[in-house]
């Protein structure tokens, strides 16, 4: 049975205090059990949410990271020391960190290595534009994404990570994939990894959909088969619509 994720990636908003007022807000109202709830924050904010997730059942989040651990790489984030703050995962291969900030397939399994070298977990995204959707490349697209970014990982090591399938025609844009389309989606990458790695590993990775997931759409995607959740960006930023989200199955 994969337990279900809500992950919030809040991008780059909320500062220190407002990640406070935030936390406040939630506080003693997620679910004990049956959904991990995850927050992804900027890098400014981690220290809030860890600290919060000492005594609250949520995981925490960093939105990326470099794949050295400690050096002369000004700016970056090192795994080392999130992994030491005690962070849970490290989203990696967003869309807009691939379209802004030039990052390749390479990078992101560098840093995928790094981060489970670490103890921590990728959330490993992966998505089409709508170019790619209307020319009938997607699915090719996506699992050749994928691929490269599972290269040299063990099936133990993937079999705990999450993916993360967002059509970058649907974030932000209040365009959801229909939940029929996420699920097909989703099916052909677990496909991909029954056919990288063996049933099992494919049976257990957790493969969330993102695009404009909310409270009013987040049951129905849920519902089906291999959709293990949500990766949300807009809709995880106010705590009530957070904790809509969590308690989907309410
Ligand atoms: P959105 O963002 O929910 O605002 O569409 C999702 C994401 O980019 O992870």
């Keep these: 049975m994969r337990t279900p994720i809500i992950a919030g990636n809040w991008k780059m908003n909320k500062n220190p205090q407002e990640t406070q007022e935030f936390l406040e807000a939630i506080k003693g109202k997620l679910p004990e059990?049956?959904?991990?709830?995850?927050?992804?924050?900027?890098?400014?904010?981690?220290?809030a949410l860890t600290w919060f997730s000492k005594d609250e059942p949520l995981k925490t989040a960093a939105e990326n990271c470099y794949f050295e651990d400690a050096g002369a790489f000004t700016g970056e984030t090192s795994p080392k020391a999130l992994s030491d703050m005690g962070?849970?995962?490290?989203?990696?291969?967003h869309s807009e960190r691939r379209q802004y900030f030039g990052e390749t397939d390479e990078d992101i399994n560098k840093k995928a290595h790094a981060i489970l070298k670490n103890n921590m977990l990728p959330i490993i995204c992966c998505g089409e534009t709508l170019e790619q959707r209307e020319a009938g490349k997607a699915e090719e697209w996506v699992t050749g994404q994928i691929e490269n970014a599972v290269k040299g990982i063990s099936a133990d090591d993937l079999a705990k990570s999450v993916i993360a399938y967002e059509p970058i025609w649907a974030i932000g844009t209040g365009k959801t994939a229909t939940a029929d389309q996420a699920q097909e989606m989703v099916h052909v990458i677990r496909e991909k990894i029954a056919s990288l790695y063996d049933a099992d590993t494919a049976d257990k990775v957790r493969i969330l959909y993102?695009?404009?997931?909310?409270?009013?759409?987040?049951?129905?995607?849920?519902?089906?088969?291999?959709?293990?959740?949500?990766?949300?960006?807009?809709?995880?930023m106010d705590p009530e619509s957070f904790l809509a989200l969590v308690n989907f199955q309410k």
Excluded: F, H
């Design 33 to 47: 059990s049956g959904v991990e709830a995850i927050i992804g924050a900027p890098a400014i904010d981690l220290n």
């Design 87 to 93: 962070l849970d995962y490290v989203i990696i291969g």
């Design 210 to 236: 993102g695009g404009s997931v909310k409270p009013a759409n987040v049951k129905e995607l849920m519902s089906k088969e291999d959709i293990d959740g949500g990766l949300v960006g807009g809709a995880s």
